[in-house]
Structures are given as structure tokens and as C-alpha cells.
């Protein structure tokens, strides 16, 4: 039995386990850095330990500093979590060492099945199909060249050492294949401090499929079923869900035979994951595993009951699996949504700040799994993941409605993220219908934007909601002035119906309000179409707004933006104008706005780190063309120029630190 754990991670994943060792009686202890002193995880443990430093190697990847607290806190084990040390071998084998227990595979599976190269020679042996192409590192270009002729384009680079979709290249054509390779071996290099690059057939408009598998020291192997991680940007996942659509019983228990039957072959314990990519005719094959636990495992706890990380605990302790395959029973359907610290609108760009409000979604089968609240700083130095929304259903369709709805009333201030852009995803009815592959998202979208226009009706009730919250606060206002009134003259009755126009970009709604004689009960007519709507007691200092509307519940929400009101449901945002229908009137007369010139300069998009400047001064710039790479929370990212012209400055320098904001570049004047 296990008595005290020491969690090597940070954020979500580390509350998450917390939880579980609490359940358990397991004592805790925690590590931090100096950006994480309030973080959630380090307030939670029984212990936290300050680990000094800010970025990712002064601090979670110190295996001697974290190895040294285990020591002196007398740990019995290390649980690594996803990320940071968790597919690192040599730290594996360090705390075996000093008599600590890794929670998760040994050393020596870490080390095979971390190794695509490896890995995929094992799952030759293993009998599980893999995808065409090279099986060996390739030692140069022109080897590059000799393994394209034969393998055939189009055709994916893929770096040995790691994941992640860091260092990975598409090449559609021949011509394309040397700048992939020079680009792809430096990624590389970078991320995992190993260049080689292998080739394998790239499968077009494929789908992410995974099986989660687990086994103990005596034998036993077990597949949970399997995930749909489809929805993805970047190589980065974004929504998952379990059981994946159109995989029925027999193609389960195929996919789960042959990811058991390579866990047998690479001699491998506790949790891990096979990964498959699954073409347009159903056939499968071999990917990667991944030799932790996944970011997306709570889909899978839904669906079954399991506690992944307590059965993690059990085999770490040397106990046998407590259930047989047999006993397994996927029961329902849960759907994740990955919460980051992201621009959607400015190119998906990491975000950074204090998290000033914070509020979670509640409710049945609504699951939150966080690593923040209110007073959180979220820096640089870290990967943007600060939260999973997951619910769970009965069907697809419920789970996923139920999502949308936690989604609408999940509320982050201080810090800019992607809420309103997984909702979007959500609400497409290529994802209702269950139309996914992993380009889903680069044909449904405009950069943030869909490309479907969004319901008609999303529009009327966010009008209703914020018509709501204007309406009542005048009314409020009013109503504290009354006091204030001279009882001399006539007063004017009260009216029982009051009429706005409510603009939001090019629609405009005529919206017409009635307060019933029930209490915070109205009557909507918005274009002419009738609602009733109920509100509970309205705290106008709240973000969150619950109406009931034609007996349906609905979440919104609301922020006011200066002299306008802005509002966000099911993944639509918009900034609403609202006014009397006098005023409205007088708004035809009013100048229509003033365009603003755009700048001489490029600023920053984000703060981060400049890894790479692109251009010089006295150079020709084209709309597009990058002129420096940026690196924050683990991810590269380029900064584009947003017009043709000259460089006459360049204002910054490689491994220089920037915030968002700054000035970049700037244009010589160019003669009229």
C-alpha cells in the first residue's frame, strides 16, 4: 500500500490526481515554481515544496531537485502525470534507483515504446498493422529522397524521439521535400534534442482513433475502449469523446485485441494509450503510444466507472487488476472540451494574465477537471491548458448538449481563451452528425470563425438576454430615483409593454418585452416570434445569466462593453446596441464611424521569448510573410506581416523577451 506521493506535475493534472490519492487516504505532496506560488495543486496537497525558478528546467523537468523532495518528504512514490518527466526514461530509472516507485511503465518499456522507430518494430512483431513506409531513422537527405520514391507522395516527416505534432511535415510534393526536412529535423532538435526523421504515407482526411489500454505485473492486459480525438489543431487535440462514433462492437474489440496484444509484446505495466489513424474504408493502423496517462482519460472514466489514476495507484502497489474484460461495460457517451490560454482571434496566439473571475459549471454528469481560479497567474513558461469540461449522456446527442450548456456558463475573466471556440465546434451539425476526421477543423473554420453562419435562433435568444439585462437595470435606476421625484403635476402611468431595436453587426431585431404578472416572468417578441422567458433574482455585479425560455434552460454569458452590452451562448459572441425605437430613429443621422489607419509598425501578438528573426532592415516585405518566430507556453509561433512594404527597423533579437504589445518592426515611409 502505498502511504505518500509525491506529484511531479503542475495545473489540472495534478488537482486531478490529488483527488483520487485523497479518496484513497494518501498523503500528498506537492511541487511548484515561483509563477505557480497560488496555484491550485500547491494549496490542495498536504505538503507543497518550493522548487525555485520560473521556466520548465529550473523547476517540474529538475529531476535532482524533485528526486531530492521525494527523498526528504520520505515518499513511497512519484506519479508523473502527462507532460514534463512523464515519458522520460533516465528519470524513471533514477527513481527506481533510490528505491521511489514511478508510477507508470518501467524505464525499459518507457524507452521502446517512446520510440516511434521502436515502437513501430514492435508492433510489427505484435501483428498490429502500421502505416507504409520506412521503419528506420534516415541518415540524410538524399536518403530522405530514395525513402519518398518509395513510399510515394503525399508523405508525413515525423521525428523519432516525441510527439506532440512538434517537428511533423506534410509534403505534398517532390519539390516541397528538402525545405520539410531542414525545417522538420530542427523542430526536432529543439523539442526533444533528437534530429532524426523518419517517412510514412501520409493518410488523407483521416481519423484520431485511440485505445486505452492497462496492465498489471501478473499478466493481465485490458483495452477501456476506445476515444475519438479527431477535433484537432496543430496536432493538438482539442474535443474528445468516448466511444468514438461508428465504431461498433466488433471493431472495438478488434482495435483492443491488437493494442493488448502489443502491451504483451513490449513487456509493458500501468496505464498507456495506442494510437491509431483510421482511413475513410474503416482500416487502421498503428500510430504511436503514448506511455502515460492521456490529457483526454476522463472521457473514459465516464464511460466505464473506472478511476484510471486509483487503478494507476493499485498496480504501482503490486496489486493485481481488480477487473477482467469480460466485466467491462461501456455504458453511455462522454464528450471533453480542452480549455486553453489562447487567441482565437489573433491566430490562436497563447494568452497570458491574472485570472480575475472564475466560476465552474455545475450539474449532473458535468465533470471539471482545473488547475485555476480566482487569483491564478498564467505566465509563459507553461503549456495554455488550464481546464477540461466533460459531460456525459446517454447518448451522443445529450452529452453533447450537455456540454454546450456547461460550456455557456463556464466563466474565465483576466486571461483570453478558446471557451467560445470549442462551443462553436460543438454546435456544428458536421460534429452533431458525427462527420469528423482530423481536418474537421481547417474545413469548417475561417481561423476562429465558422464557416456555417450560426443559428438564427442563437441570435434571438442572446438578444432576449442582454435586452433583458439593459431592461432591468434602467428600470432599477429609475426606480432609485423615484424618491428624488417632486409629488407635485402629473406623473406618467407605467407601461406594460416596452419596445427596443437591438443591433448586433449587420442584424437588427425588434424586440418587445411585457413583465407578466408572475413574478421575473416575461413575454419576449423578437421579429414578431413570441417567448417566455423566467430569470431568477438578478445580481446585475454577476457574469452568469440563467433564463428559462419556453420552459428550456438556457445560459448566457454578459459583459458590458462601454456604452454596449456583450454576449456569448453557444459559442456565438457578439457586442449588442440596443436602443429606443426613438433613438433608433436618430441614430440614421448620426456619422458613420471612422476607420482607423493602420500602423507603421508590427507589434507583438503575445508575450513569449523571439526565437528567430526573419527579416533585415532595407528589405522587402510581402502581406503574410513572416518576420519572426515567437516561442511562449511550449509552442512556436510566427508573427506575419500585415502589409507589403520595406523594413526600416528591426526592434528586437533572438532570445529576447517581449510583451504583447511591443514593436517588432518597423516600415520606411515609402514615396506617394
Not at 462593453?561 to 433613438?583: H, L, Q
Request: include cysteine; charge should be neutral.
Amino acid at each position: 500500500m502505498l502511504k505518500k506521493i509525491l506529484i511531479a506535475n503542475r495545473g489540472e493534472i495534478a488537482v486531478r490526481i490529488l483527488r483520487t490519492c485523497k479518496k484513497l487516504g494518501i498523503a500528498t505532496v506537492a511541487v511548484y515554481s515561483e509563477p505557480d506560488m497560488r496555484s491550485l495543486h500547491a494549496l490542495e496537497a498536504d505538503e507543497a515544496v518550493f522548487l525555485g525558478g520560473s521556466t520548465a528546467a529550473e523547476s517540474y523537468l529538475d529531476m535532482g531537485k524533485i528526486l531530492g523532495v521525494a527523498q526528504e518528504k520520505q515518499c513511497d512514490a512519484i506519479h508523473p502525470g502527462y507532460g514534463f518527466l512523464s515519458e522520460n526514461p533516465k528519470f524513471a530509472r533514477m527513481a527506481e534507483d533510490v528505491g521511489i516507485t514511478f508510477v507508470g511503465p518501467s524505464a525499459a518499456a518507457i524507452e521502446k515504446m517512446g520510440d516511434k522507430v521502436s515502437s513501430r518494430h514492435i508492433a510489427e512483431k505484435a501483428g498490429v498493422p502500421v502505416i507504409p513506409g520506412g521503419t528506420e531513422p534516415l541518415a540524410d537527405f538524399a536518403a530522405a529522397c530514395r525513402a519518398a520514391e518509395e513510399t510515394g507522395y503525399p508523405l508525413i516527416l515525423k521525428p523519432a524521439g516525441g510527439g506532440g505534432g512538434k517537428g511533423m511535415r506534410i509534403v505534398e510534393q517532390k519539390d516541397a521535400l528538402e525545405s520539410a526536412w531542414n525545417a522538420s529535423r530542427a523542430e526536432a532538435q529543439k523539442a526533444f534534442g533528437d534530429d532524426r526523421i523518419f517517412i510514412e504515407r501520409y493518410i488523407s482526411r483521416p481519423r484520431h482513433i485511440e485505445i486505452q489500454v492497462i496492465a498489471d505485473g501478473f499478466g493481465n492486459a485490458l483495452y477501456l475502449g476506445e476515444r475519438e480525438c479527431s477535433i484537432q489543431r496543430r496536432y493538438q487535440k482539442v474535443i474528445e469523446e468516448a466511444p468514438a462514433p461508428g465504431v461498433d462492437a466488433a471493431l472495438r474489440e478488434k482495435m483492443g485485441a491488437v493494442a493488448c496484444s502489443l502491451v504483451h509484446q513490449a513487456g509493458y505495466t500501468n496505464a498507456g494509450t495506442v494510437e491509431f489513424v483510421m482511413d475513410a474504408q474503416g482500416e487502421f493502423f498503428f500510430l504511436e503510444m503514448n506511455t502515460r496517462l492521456q490529457v483526454e482519460h476522463p472521457v473514459t472514466e465516464m464511460v466505464t466507472g473506472l478511476d484510471l489514476v486509483e487503478m494507476q495507484l493499485d498496480i504501482a502497489a503490486g496489486k493485481p487488476l481488480k477487473v477482467a474484460q469480460k466485466d467491462l461495460q461501456i455504458k453511455g457517451w462522454a464528450i471533453e472540451a480542452r480549455i486553453c490560454a489562447e487567441d482565437p482571434d489573433k491566430a490562436f496566439f497563447p494568452a497570458t494574465g491574472l485570472v480575475t473571475r472564475y466560476a465552474e459549471p455545475r450539474g449532473r454528469h458535468v465533470r471539471v477537471d482545473s488547475g485555476i481560479h480566482a487569483g491564478s497567474l498564467i505566465s509563459v513558461f507553461y503549456d495554455s491548458l488550464l481546464a477540461k469540461i466533460i459531460c456525459w449522456g446517454k447518448t451522443r446527442e445529450q452529452a453533447r448538449t450537455r456540454l454546450i450548456g456547461a460550456l455557456n456558463g463556464y466563466h474565465i475573466e483576466g486571461v483570453t481563451t478558446n471557451v467560445d471556440f470549442v462551443n462553436r465546434i460543438l454546435n456544428l451539425k458536421a460534429f452533431s452528425d458525427g462527420k469528423l476526421t482530423t481536418d474537421f477543423i481547417p474545413e469548417h473554420f475561417n481561423g476562429a470563425e465558422a464557416k456555417e453562419p450560426p443559428p438564427r435562433e442563437h441570435l434571438r435568444r442572446l438578444a432576449m438576454a442582454v435586452t433583458l439585462i439593459f431592461h432591468c437595470r434602467n428600470t432599477l435606476m429609475r426606480e432609485s430615483l423615484k424618491p428624488m421625484v417632486s409629488p407635485i403635476g402629473t406623473s406618467i402611468p407605467p407601461r406594460d409593454q416596452h419596445e427596443y431595436r437591438v443591433k448586433c453587426g449587420d442584424d437588427v431585431f425588434e424586440v418587445r418585452l411585457r413583465l407578466n404578472s408572475a413574478e421575473n416572468n416575461w413575454t419576449f417578441s423578437i421579429n414578431g416570434r413570441d417567448y417566455d422567458v423566467t430569470h431568477p433574482p438578478l445580481e446585475f455585479y454577476r457574469r452568469r445569466l440563467k433564463l428559462t425560455i419556453n420552459g428550456l434552460v438556457h445560459r448566457f454569458i454578459i459583459r458590458f462593453a462601454g456604452n454596449f452590452i456583450a454576449g456569448s451562448y453557444c459559442g456565438v459572441n457578439r457586442i449588442f446596441e440596443i436602443y429606443t425605437p426613438r433613438e433608433w430613429e436618430l441614430a440614421t443621422h448620426m456619422p458613420s464611424p471612422i476607420k482607423r489607419v493602420s500602423e507603421n509598425v508590427i507589434r507583438c501578438p503575445m508575450p513569449g521569448q523571439v526565437v528567430e528573426v526573419r527579416v533585415k532592415p532595407g528589405e522587402r516585405v510581402y502581406k503574410g510573410q513572416e518576420v519572426a518566430i515567437l516561442e511562449s507556453m511550449k509552442m512556436e509561433s510566427g508573427v506575419a506581416s500585415p502589409r507589403d512594404g520595406i523594413v526600416d527597423e528591426v526592434r528586437v533579437k533572438k532570445q529576447q523577451t517581449v510583451e504583447s504589445g511591443d514593436i517588432l518592426v518597423t516600415f520606411a515611409k515609402e514615396p506617394a
